[in-house]
């Protein structure tokens, strides 16, 4: 039962901390955002859209891939790492 609250807290957060991620990145994505998303891995596009165009709830986006949110949640962090590195990359060339 304590995993599942830890999950429902984490979707909780989602607005909270996709608001951090989208400020803190905003302009630099911006700048670069056709070339970080072109680089992206289709399975890694097809999250992102899924999370900020078409902005689909977890349990939308689970049931679609068929995955866990367990496996969501990962997913969603990796993504989120490699963004960060590319619009790392970007800025500092």
Known sequence: MQNLTSIDDLEENRLS?????????????????????????????????????????YDDICDQLDITKENLYKRIYRLRQKINEAVYAKIHK
């Not at 803190?24 to 072109?38: G, P, R, V």
């Not at 999250?47 to 902005?55: A, H, I, P, R, S």
């Open 17 to 57: 901390y996709e608001q951090n991620f989208e400020n803190t990145s905003e302009n630099a994505i911006e700048q670069h955002k056709e070339e970080i998303l072109d680089d992206l891995p289709d399975k890694d596009r097809e999250l992102f859209e899924m999370l900020y165009v078409e902005k689909l709830s």
